[in-house]
């Protein structure tokens, strides 16, 4: 299973044209596209619950590819389509746990495989912080792998930071870089050219195995 050069096509086109008119011309080429999506959701689905148990293989796909349309009461960019297609809930479906799983990300020049927790609530955040302060070391021993950051990269440079210290820590704690994260993510991006190979769906599924370490150690943390 891959991701079609149509459905590439049909979301730069989408980019280009994102208004309503030119959308209902082209719903058909959407619906093409969203299928493809979704099978490719499947697919990936089967091959996560192989190498991480706690993703159920019987997940619908078509409740994990969110929906195009935006959201735009609140939004100052009116334009009503995502240029993209997500594929979300991949995760256990516990409630304790729900903002921890893996999330890919399908777009022109921009498509990525992500795992961990991206901005969880403060309650579950403060969680997070308590177990790197206690168990550090685990966290580090997943993280500083250097298979994991040839992989993903520094973990701790990641956007979502503080850029002073977190309430009841202090500057000289030598985990001080990992507990200014305020999300805890791992991603990786690929082309539209291996996106559109046949066996794409295996290789992400190998890069979540090498996340899954990351998702138990943060769901530990807030259980």
Known sequence: MRIYPETFAFLINLAANNNRDWFTVHK????????????????????LSQVDPTVDAA???KKCVLRIYRDIRFSPDKTPYKNNFGIGKLNSGNDNVMHIGYYMHVQPGESFIAG???????????????????????????????????LFGDFRNQEEKLKTVPQGYSTDNENIELLKLKSYVAYHKFTDTEMSKEGIVQKIAGLCSKISPLNEFLKNAVS
């Open 116 to 150: 961990g927790s991206w901005m969880p609530e403060n309650d579950q955040l403060k969680k997070i912080r308590q177990e790197i302060d206690y168990n550090a070391e685990s966290l580090k021993s997943i993280v500083d792998d250097p298979e994991f950051v040839k």
């Open 59 to 61: 997940l619908d796909p």
């Open 28 to 47: 058909k080429d959407h619906d093409d596209a969203k299928e493809n999506v979704i099978a490719f959701a499947g697919a990936l689905i089967k091959e």
